[in-house]
């Protein structure tokens, strides 16, 4: 198993919770990104760049990935591109994509995605927050805990 990133759109403090893990418990972490990132000098973590282009490192991410792959993403279609491979999708908040809950995520992001391009302003996401950080950090302890032999 493995952890795969998408880093372009992954605030830096989760990126940090990832980095501690990936070496406290030697797990290879991948982050996919358009640009460069910097990252610790680590043999568990390592960084590919992609071309510029829409969909690019996630379409790379759904490549790459395997089944029981962890993929961090707050992006809704490669969430559901990750879950068809069999990986597990969580996002930056905690919350962790499903079979069960992939379908109704899609048909809201298309949803809003119609309204904004209606010239509606839907506004964003809020800020993540410490709770937010605490409940990803709380997940991904759980996963791992639960994905990986003793």
Do not use: H
Not at 58 to 83: C, F
Not at 100 to 128: C, H, K, Q, W, Y
């Amino acid at each position: 198993m493995q952890i795969w990133v998408d880093a372009d759109a992954c605030p830096n403090v989760i990126k940090e919770i990832l980095f501690r893990v990936a070496e406290r418990l030697s797990i290879q972490l991948t982050l996919v990104a358009n640009q460069p990132v910097k990252v610790p000098p680590s043999p568990f973590i390592r960084t590919i760049q992609v071309g510029a282009g829409f969909d690019v490192a996630d379409n790379e991410i759904i490549q790459l990935a395997s089944a029981n792959d962890l993929v961090i993403t707050a992006d809704i279609p490669l969430a559901s591109g990750a879950i068809e491979k069999g990986a597990y999708a969580l996002n930056p908040r905690g919350e962790f994509y499903t079979r069960e809950n992939i379908r109704e995520r899609l048909s809201l992001r298309n949803f809003m995605d119609e309204l904004r391009g209606s010239g509606v302003n839907t506004g964003g996401p809020p800020a993540l927050d410490k709770r937010d950080r605490q409940a990803f950090a709380n997940q991904l302890d759980r996963f791992l805990a639960k994905s990986r032999p003793e």
